[in-house]
């Protein structure tokens, strides 16, 4: 069995996790704060607290997970807090994926987050797919672990 970490797992991380459910993945949602664990629990997620400005805090949640989705394109905080997240926070967790089983990442988040994403998937040859809003998260895992980058 497959299992997805979902990083920033609100609305649309948990229904996102409760199609891979239902597709027959085992499934790990995070939420910065304790609070957020019900709603992530009540979905039939695992629960975890994870913060994207902590990146340790999601790499010790990998180790048995082949796709990791970081859906940060409504992270709150500062222009600072954010520009880190975005940054070179998430250059860091990507450079210690490669030492992991995760086999690759759906993003959502900033252009620069999505140039680092590509950056990433130039050197160290990480499946990569940056998705929108309105896209089909399902079908963006599908994607990646293909091997198809976008």
């Known amino acids: ?33 304790s609070e957020g664990l019900a709603a992530i629990e009540a979905a039939g ?7 994207p400005d902590r990146p340790a805090t999601i790499l010790e949640l990998v180790a048995d997970v082949a796709v990791l989705v970081l859906l940060l394109g409504n992270a709150s905080g500062s222009e600072q807090e954010l520009g880190a997240i975005h940054g070179p926070r998430l250059e860091r967790l990507l450079e210690r994926l490669v030492e992991t089983a ?16 590509r950056a990433a998937a130039r050197t160290w040859r990480i499946p990569v797919v940056s998705v929108g809003q309105g896209d089909d998260l399902a079908a963006a895992v599908g994607r990646v672990l293909a091997g198809r980058r976008t």
Request: proline share 2%; net charge negative.
């Open 102 to 117: 995760v086999r690759g990442v759906v993003y959502e988040g900033t252009e620069a987050g999505e140039e680092i994403m």
């Open 45 to 51: 997620l695992e629960p975890a607290i994870a913060d």
């Open 1 to 33: 069995m497959a299992r997805a970490l979902i990083v920033g797992c609100g609305c649309r991380g948990r229904e996102l996790g409760r199609e891979l459910l239902a597709e027959g993945w085992a499934v790990r949602g995070t939420s910065r704060r």
